[in-house]
């Protein structure tokens, strides 16, 4: 059995020799990996949950006033993480139109095309990303159904009370 003046110096032996292993393989052997975990471990590198504080925080720094009526249209209804990813979405894209030469849909157009998946998703039972995944005619048929269904609706918003029963039949 070891004294304990002596186990003590071994322990201080040890701790020694692990910093230089780990000098040598950070100077020496440039390992990147252990770097990283090192820089993580005193708290240089945030963890994932403070990541994803600092993205909730940074979403809630962007005006929305500043937004462009593209990007509004794109991050309209969404929140925190989901409302950085639209709108981080919507400034690459206006960038990769302007650089291409591409037209970009409207506002209007992006919104019935939202209302258009909602109606859609309702049609076919919560199953229309499945479906979407597929493709095919069944996809083209359901967004088609769903997108009359729409504008019905919005004729009927549009149209004065009395002649929305008389102007249009009633289906569903």
Known sequence: ??????????????????????QHALQIQKDGRLG??????IGVIPSAEERYAIGVEDSMKIDRASLTPFEAAITEGEEGQM?????????????????FDITLPTPEEIRFLRKVGKVADEITGGR???????????????????????????TRRLLPPGRVRTALPQRS
């Open 128 to 154: 229309f990303h499945e479906i979407c995944m597929i493709g095919g005619p069944e996809e083209k048929r359901i967004r088609q159904l769903a997108a009359q269904k729409v504008k019905r609706q919005e």
């Open 83 to 99: 409302f950085r990813v639209a709108y981080g979405a919507a400034c690459a894209m206006e960038e990769s139109a302007e650089g």
């Open 36 to 41: 990283h975990q090192v820089l993580a471990d």
């Open 1 to 22: 059995m070891l004294s304990s003046r002596k186990c003590a110096n071994n322990i201080n032996g040890l701790g020694f020799d692990a910093l230089g292993a780990m």
